[in-house]
């Protein structure tokens, strides 16, 4: 059973998970605003890592400006009994970055959902086709992202919403 985290937990988190300094010691920053040692902070976060607290520590690509700006949906109607199988297979791909099942609707039969990236709408195109053979489905339709938002990462312990922390 997960266990509550502490204030100081809770605050290491929330500096944790905005932009990491690009420089030799970026704990150090951290460490000072908590009043602890560099070591410490490094402590704490292979114990919150060793808990499954921390799972990951990632790099969020902008990918518009890094040139690739063909974002998609893929959206499969499967039989429900195949869901399983199909979701795991798609996720297997790099260009896969989200894959989710949803419930179907009468108006929107679609049960299953990948989201992929590529350079250009035609290898996009592509992509979806070589996945929906990967599964042995085609039954699938392309959706394309014509506007970005909002990328952002989810934030946790915000002092905006306590009812969130």
């Known amino acids: 059973m997960p266990r509550p985290l502490t204030d100081l937990e809770k605050e290491l988190v929330r500096l944790l998970q905005g932009d990491i300094p690009l420089v030799s010691r ?3 920053p951290v460490a000072q605003k908590l009043g602890l040692s560099e070591a410490e902070v ?3 976060i292979r114990r919150l890592q060793a808990e499954g ?3 990951r520590f990632g790099a969020a690509l902008r990918h518009r400006e890094a040139g ?3 974002n998609a949906m893929v959206v499969w109607q499967l039989p429900p009994g195949e869901l399983k199988r199909a979701g795991e297979k ?6 896969v970055t989200h894959c989710y099942q949803r419930q179907q609707r009468p108006e929107w039969p679609y049960n299953l959902y990948a989201v992929i990236h590529c350079r250009t709408r035609e290898a996009c195109a592509k992509l979806a086709a070589r996945l929906a053979a990967s599964i042995g489905h085609n ?3 392309l959706i ?9 990462s989810m934030k946790y312990f915000t002092l905006e919403d306590p009812e969130c922390q």
């Open 144 to 152: 394309f992202s014509t506007a970005e938002l909002k990328k952002e």
């Open 68 to 70: 690739i700006t063909a």
């Open 26 to 28: 970026p704990f150090l």
């Open 139 to 141: 039954n699938y339709r």
């Open 90 to 95: 798609l996720a297997t791909f790099p260009e």
């Open 42 to 44: 490094l402590e704490h």
């Open 53 to 55: 607290i921390i799972r």
